[in-house]
């Protein structure tokens, strides 16, 4: 059974950081394009951050660039996503996402994963 699992999410006072873990069961992270997504509430869900399967290019949401840094740990089969000076616009639950693994680059859109845990919060307040 294909499984992805958050965490790492927390309170946390702006200037903070955390770092979220993608933890994946039943396949191996590194055949899969990998996204980070966000939604606050009354907001559509966001790419913030992903991975390419082959080559580890990158993607960060404008916003985010030079904050938070996607990564992989392919011997924990986890990707990560750390996240300095939050700020509370950062505030959000945040998801992974695994896309199909016949794609090599990942994307910053909602549609185009296939696999999806189930989000952890994160809170950015004083």
């Known amino acids: 059974q294909v499984q992805l699992v958050e965490s790492g999410g927390g309170l946390v006072q702006p200037g903070g950081s955390l770092r979220l873990s993608c933890a994946a069961s039943?396949?191996?992270?590194?055949?899969?394009?990998i996204g980070w997504f966000r939604q606050a509430p009354g907001k559509e869900r966001e790419g913030v951050s992903c991975v390419s399967r082959s080559d580890g290019s990158t993607y960060y949401v404008e916003s985010v660039k030079g904050r938070f840094t996607i990564s992989r740990d392919n011997a924990k089969n986890t990707v990560y996503l750390q996240m300095n000076s939050l700020k509370p616009e950062d505030t959000a639950v945040y998801y992974c996402?695994?896309?199909?693994?016949?794609?090599?680059?990942?994307?910053?859109?909602?549609?185009?994963?296939?696999?999806w845990g189930q989000g952890t919060q994160v809170t950015v307040s004083s």
């Open positions: 039943g396949f191996s992270l590194e055949d899969y394009p």
């Open positions: 996402a695994a896309r199909a693994p016949r794609y090599n680059s990942c994307s910053g859109y909602v549609w185009s994963y296939d696999y």
